[in-house]
């Protein structure tokens, strides 16, 4: 989900649901109460995950209506994360990437445990970050997380033009490590069959420069 609110104020978010019950529910209502909801500041944002969190409690009781959340909100060259859950937030600067959020592998772990209804008060984590020109953002599901690593990512999105590309050659990987049974190349793990979901976008500051793709592949993983 992906939302230009002002010149310089964009909303970019992925969500995934959580449980077999009800989980595709929860993501589709955040997603909309997202979508509908006028956002310009970080304390405006987490207050809407706040009623999103207490609406699906009241429904899953913890149990049910979960799902996972990682948002950016880009006001000019500042841009703020929240997390719920094992979505991802990467910067790729320069050919470095670097985990904006805190649920990537490697020194920390996966968190599997939290999101959107999983308790009456609503969990999150949030970090800052000040943009660049040329800068590249991505925000990722588990989906993709578990099968693509960091520098393979890195990879494909700084050698793409444009963002509708480094989603086309993202797929395209999913869809060859499918066919091959491969995980991540840094922990030689066979593939991960889950939805993938991920938003690119590359910064340029100037709202006529900047774009931003999307992809939502369930059938290929």
């Given amino acids: 989900m992906t939302r230009e609110l002002q010149q310089q104020i964009v909303l970019d978010a992925v969500l995934d649901g959580a449980t077999g019950r009800g989980g595709a529910d929860a993501s589709a ?13 970080l304390e405006e ?19 049910f209506f979960l799902t996972t959340v990682a948002v950016t909100l880009k006001i000019g060259a ?3 994360i929240v997390s719920v859950g094992d979505s991802a937030v990467f910067l790729i600067r320069g050919g470095d990437i670097v985990p904006l959020t805190f649920t990537t592998r490697g020194p920390t772990l996966l968190d599997v445990s939290n999101g959107l209804g999983r ?13 660049n020109l040329q800068d590249r953002l991505v925000l990722a599901t588990d989906g993709l997380v578990e099968n693509v690593a960091p520098s393979d990512l ?7 033009p444009s963002p509708e590309e480094a989603v ?10 499918k066919r091959a049974n491969r995980g991540r190349v840094d922990d030689h793990s066979g593939f991960r069959h889950d939805d993938a979901t991920a938003i690119i976008r590359y910064i340029g500051l100037d709202p006529g420069s900047e774009a931003s793709g999307s992809s939502h592949n ?3 993983v």
């Fill in 218 to 220: 369930p059938q290929i």
């Fill in 29 to 41: 209502f955040a997603a909309e109460m997202l979508r509908g909801a006028t956002v310009q500041t």
């Fill in 154 to 160: 890195a990879t494909l999105v700084g050698d793409a």
């Fill in 119 to 131: 308790r009456e008060t609503l969990s999150y984590k949030t970090t800052g970050a000040t943009l």
């Fill in 78 to 80: 500042s841009l703020y």
């Fill in 168 to 177: 086309s050659a993202v797929r395209q990987l999913l869809c060859e490590k």
């Fill in 45 to 63: 944002l987490t207050n809407l995950l706040d009623v999103a969190n207490k609406r699906l409690f009241q429904r899953g009781k913890g149990r």
